[in-house]
T-cell receptor, first 114, second 114 residues
Framework: GESVGLHLPTLSVQEGDNSIINCAYS??????FIWYKQESGKGPQFIIDIRSNMDKRQGQRVTVLLNKTVKHLSLQIAATQPGDSAVYFC?????????????FGAGTRLAVHP | KAGVTQTPRYLIKTRGQQVTLSCSPISGHRSVSWYQQTPGQGLQFLFEYFSETQRNKGNFPGRFSGRQFSNSRSEMNVSTLELGDSALYLC?????????????FGPGTRLTVT
C-alpha cells in the first residue's frame, strides 16, 4: 500500500493496553477538532470530533481530550486491538477556515503487538 | 451506500505534462475537498468546492486547479507537472460545508512524476 509517512513518531503498545496519542495544534482560533485513522492503502477515516466548548468527548473505546490553554489534543484508545494499528492524525479547523479546510498534524503511527 | 471513489488509483506522468484526477462523492454529498499527502509535508488542503463554486483554497500555486460539476463530482488538474507533485491526492466529501458535517475520504490517487 501507499506510504503514509516515512519518519512518523511511533507508539508501540501491547494488545489490550490503553493507548494515548497526543497532538499539539497551532491555531488558537481553531474551534473544531477531529481525529482520523489512516490504514495503509486507504484514505483517512473519521474517529471522533470535539468542539472547543468541550474538554472531553467519549465514543466507543475512544476518548478525546482538549486542553485549549496549551493547545493540546489527545486521543485515548481503550483495550487496544491489532486492528487499531494505523497512522492517527489530529486535524483542526475553524469558522474562518470554513470548517472543511482541515489543518492536519504530522501523524503518529500506532503499532499494536500481540 | 457507496463511498467516495477516485479515479484513477495510480498514475505515472512525466515532468511538464498535465494531469486530471476525478472524484465522485458519496451520493447526496454536495461538498468536495481535495488534499495532497506527501511524506515530507503530510496532509495539506488544496481546495474545497460546494455548489460548483470554490469555497476555500490552500497555499498551492496556480498550477493546481479544480472544478465541480452540477452532480457534485469534482476534478482537479495539475499543469506543468514537477517532480515535487508526486503525492497521494485525496478527495473528501461531506453533506454540506460546516462544523459537524463529517468528511469522508476516498482511497486517493497516487501520482508519480518522473
Amino acid at each position: 500500500g501507499e506510504s503514509v509517512g516515512l519518519h512518523l513518531p511511533t507508539l508501540s503498545v501491547q494488545e489490550g493496553d490503553n493507548s494515548i496519542i497526543n497532538c499539539a495544534y497551532s491555531n488558537s482560533a481553531s474551534d473544531y477538532f477531529i481525529w482520523y485513522k489512516q490504514e495503509s492503502g486507504k484514505g483517512p477515516q473519521f474517529i471522533i470530533d470535539i468542539r472547543s466548548n468541550m474538554d472531553k468527548r467519549q465514543g466507543q473505546r475512544v476518548t478525546v481530550l482538549l486542553n485549549k490553554t496549551v493547545k493540546h489534543l489527545s486521543l485515548q484508545i481503550a483495550a487496544t486491538q491489532p486492528g487499531d494499528s494505523a497512522v492517527y492524525f489530529c486535524a483542526e479547523t475553524s469558522f474562518s477556515g470554513g470548517y472543511n479546510k482541515l489543518i492536519f498534524g504530522a501523524g503518529t503511527r500506532l503499532a499494536v503487538h500481540p | 451506500k457507496a463511498g467516495v471513489t477516485q479515479t484513477p488509483r495510480y498514475l505515472i506522468k512525466t515532468r511538464g505534462q498535465q494531469v486530471t484526477l476525478s472524484c465522485s462523492p458519496i451520493s447526496g454529498h454536495r461538498s468536495v475537498s481535495w488534499y495532497q499527502q506527501t511524506p515530507g509535508q503530510g496532509l495539506q488542503f488544496l481546495f474545497e468546492y460546494f455548489s460548483e463554486t470554490q469555497r476555500n483554497k490552500g497555499n498551492f500555486p496556480g498550477r493546481f486547479s479544480g472544478r465541480q460539476f452540477s452532480n457534485s463530482r469534482s476534478e482537479m488538474n495539475v499543469s506543468t507537472l514537477e517532480l515535487g507533485d508526486s503525492a497521494l491526492y485525496l478527495c473528501a466529501s461531506s453533506l454540506n460545508p460546516g462544523q459537524g458535517y463529517e468528511q469522508y475520504f476516498g482511497p486517493g490517487t497516487r501520482l508519480t512524476v518522473t
